[in-house]
Nanobody, 123 residues
Framework: QVQLVESGGGSVQPGGSLKLTCEVLLNLASSVYARRSLGWYRQTAGSRRELVAGIGALGGTQYMESVKGRVTVARDDPKRMMYLQMNDLKPEDTGVYYC?????????????WGQGTQVTVSA
């Protein structure tokens, strides 16, 4: 059963932009979902998934140092959607991007994962 669906990835040149979308299909009461922190994570070959951007229940955000100023995370709880706007993309942004809808202390993801969406940045 698919519970998270990521989309919006693609191949772009350095300096380009992408907007990733995460649709959360979890069967959760709205009040429960609204209290959850959400996050976008990236995985590259041979490495662990790492937080790119997270957003708390009250809208507070956390960003990976290397993406600050270039990436914006947003959530739309009534639609059960989360977004990641990425600008001025760099080759080091390449990877598979996953969203998670059960992010807890220190931005550690506990929930299930979707299939991810591939982002490739190259000249």
């Amino acid at each position: 059963q698919v519970q998270l669906v990521e989309s919006g990835g693609g191949s772009v040149q350095p300096g380009g932009s992408l907007k990733l979308t995460c649709e959360v299909l979890l069967n959760l009461a709205s009040s429960v979902y609204a209290r959850r922190s959400l996050g976008w994570y990236r995985q590259t070959a041979g490495s662990r998934r790492e937080l790119v951007a997270g957003i708390g229940a009250l809208g507070g955000t956390q960003y990976m140092e290397s993406v600050k100023g270039r990436v914006t995370v947003a959530r739309d709880d009534p639609k059960r959607m989360m977004y990641l706007q990425m600008n001025d993309l760099k080759p080091e942004d390449t990877g598979v991007y996953y969203c998670n809808a059960d992010v807890r202390s220190t931005w550690v993801a506990h929930g299930s994962w979707g299939q991810g969406t591939q982002v490739t940045v190259s000249a």
